[in-house]
């Protein structure tokens, strides 16, 4: 019997790549072959923010009644979560919407995640409906991308707060002022420690004590105390944290996740008592499903929390973080702000795995806002091209950080400062004969205050985010002379409009010539800058 070639799925399939989600679901109706075929392919990306699964929410989560006439007029439903609180109002048409019963849609909705979830590889959630749907009975567990929006469009319960009570008398800051020239701590000015010399015995300066080496480079006493070699907070921050005061609901998963886990926030004194157990009844629920539903997929790749708001109430212990970071020994790309949040950022690099290549941070600082480099460096890693943190380190603390990460073609830091001035003596050699690494970096973005030492070193970088100046004649010099292949020059933070009072075109305005002499460039972005035209219309 001959076989038609739509009958044969082994090559049906070859087609389902190239189809988009409606033909596929046309694809899945039209028989039983075609059926088993493409529903592996219907369900492998999953998006809850786009139109289709906003109405299917929307039905299920409004629990107002609707009319059930014929009419085609538009009305403003109210959208809520399950236990009521309204998230946000939304126009549409009552005649595609029957009367709301939320327990038999939501089982609807779960059943159909228990039947089709383990074909989903890619899983964008923002609803914390789908969230519980996917987690509950562990039927997605062939993830490889999670990117969770939570909080993006819907709000936890409402805190209610008590009466704000009478204000306290100011009081005159004054009596502080003759005490400050007791202080033992020296101060943080700029990201640096100002460390004063130690007087001698005979009155004078004495000499400043031998100073570490680390891979070539000299380090002081002051960098060992802002940079985090053998690093020391240099003030105290209170703790947030206390043992918890309120009753949780037992674990969802306690094979997971269990109250040993948590550290909860202390209570604002301005909210009650029963909003504040509420709202944090609400995040305990929705932190379950969360951890749950990473710890059940070892094989992801990727994890993007970075549009998931912070679980404010309390917090996640560093340990059962780590511990669930070393289960995804396959991730290569994690985009941790917010959900993982102030880590202490090297045990965060000891929990993942050798072979991760992108990494956007907000790790744990000292109170300087110092980005922390250890005694002694970590191990040389060779995969990491995307390293994206917070904190400011010097030109010295930048190179041994490319030395650590040698093909790193990305970096972000908050500043890069110069070198403190004991660097500058001639007796001492603060910077190495040749980078140990950086000749890859295609992008450093952060502010810099020494460009031209970072461009001798790092030759490579062709991509440009100015810190919100404009171009400017120094700029434009600056980049000609270090940076001659460049392809990229975006200003950072532009204005949203230009202003109808400065509309003259300067006489100095340097972008003619910086278009003119930077073959390479493929972006232009500054809205501040001018092109002449008709100068330009007579360039080759």
């Known amino acids: 019997m001959k076989q038609a070639f739509v009958d044969i799925p082994e090559l049906v399939t070859h087609l389902a790549p190239y189809l988009s989600p409606a033909d596929l679901l046309s694809c899945v109706q039209l028989n039983s072959t075609w059926n088993t075929a493409f529903i592996p ?7 809850d923010s786009i139109h289709s699964w906003g109405d299917i929410l929307l039905q299920i989560t409004n629990l107002r009644p609707q009319p059930q006439s014929p009419a085609t007029t538009t009305e403003k439903a109210i959208e809520t979560t399950p236990n009521n609180t309204p998230v946000g109002v939304r126009t549409f048409d009552i005649s ?7 327990n038999k849609d939501r089982d609807w909705l779960f059943a159909i995640f228990e039947r089709y979830g383990h074909h989903i590889r890619e899983l964008n959630i923002q609803s914390p409906l789908i969230l519980e749907a996917v987690s509950r009975k562990e039927s997605c567990t062939g993830l490889r991308s999670l990117v969770l929006g939570l909080g993006t469009n819907v709000n936890w319960p409402r805190t209610e707060y008590l009466p704000l009570p009478p204000p306290l008398p100011q009081q005159s800051l004054l009596p502080i ?11 943080v000015v700029g990201g640096s420690v100002a460390v004063a010399p130690s007087p001698s015995a005979d009155g004078g300066m004495g000499a400043a004590p031998d100073l570490p080496a680390f891979e070539g480079f000299e380090v002081a006493p002051a960098t060992v105390a802002a940079h985090g070699f053998d690093a020391t907070s240099v003030d105290q921050v209170e703790d947030p944290y206390q043992e ?10 306690p094979d997971h996740l269990t109250l040993a886990d948590l550290i909860i926030t202390k209570r604002d004194e301005r909210v009650t008592p029963e909003s504040d157990k509420a709202r944090k009844e609400y995040m305990w629920t929705i932190a379950q499903h969360t951890w749950h539903l990473i710890r059940t ?9 970075s549009r998931c708001y912070r679980f404010y109430d309390f917090g996640i212990s560093d340990d059962f973080i780590f511990a669930t970071l070393r289960l995804l020994k396959h991730l290569k790309d994690l985009n941790g702000n917010d959900l993982f ?5 090297w045990r965060l690099w000891d929990a993942l795995p050798a072979k991760i290549e992108s990494l956007s941070i907000i790790a744990s600082l000292s109170p300087s806002g110092v980005f922390p480099l250890p005694d002694p460096l970590p191990k040389v890693n060779t995969s990491l091209k995307v390293l994206l943190a917070g904190g400011s380190t010097t030109v010295n603390g930048l190179l041994t950080l490319m030395s650590i990460f ?3 073609t990305r970096l972000g830091l908050q500043k890069v400062e110069k070198n403190p001035e004991y660097m500058s003596n001639p007796n001492s050699i603060p910077l190495p004969p040749s980078p140990f690494g950086g000749q890859y970096l295609r992008k450093l973005e952060g502010s810099v205050e020494d460009w031209e030492t970072v461009f001798h070193y790092i030759p490579s970088i062709v991509e440009w985010d100015a810190q919100g100046e404009p171009l400017d004649e120094d700029l434009a010099l600056l980049l000609k002379d270090h940076c001659p292949n460049l392809e990229s020059f975006k200003q950072q933070y532009p204005p949203w409009f230009i202003d109808e009072r400065f509309t003259a075109v300067p006489d100095d305005d340097p972008t003619n010539q910086f278009l003119i002499t930077h073959h390479h460039l493929r972006v232009f972005d500054s809205i501040v800058n001018y092109i002449k035209v ?3 219309l007579r360039e080759p």
């Open 41 to 47: 392919f219907l369900w492998r990306s999953i998006d």
């Open 96 to 102: 595609r919407h029957r009367d709301s019963d939320y």
């Open 177 to 187: 002022l003759p005490g400050l020239g007791t202080l033992d701590t020296p101060p």
């Open 244 to 253: 918890p005061d309120v009753e949780l609901s037992d674990p969802l998963f």
């Open 297 to 305: 997929n070892p094989g992801l790749v990727r994890i993007d929390t």
């Open 341 to 345: 949040k102030d880590l202490h950022f």
């Open 406 to 408: 040698p093909n790193l």
């Open 534 to 536: 008709d100068e330009m």
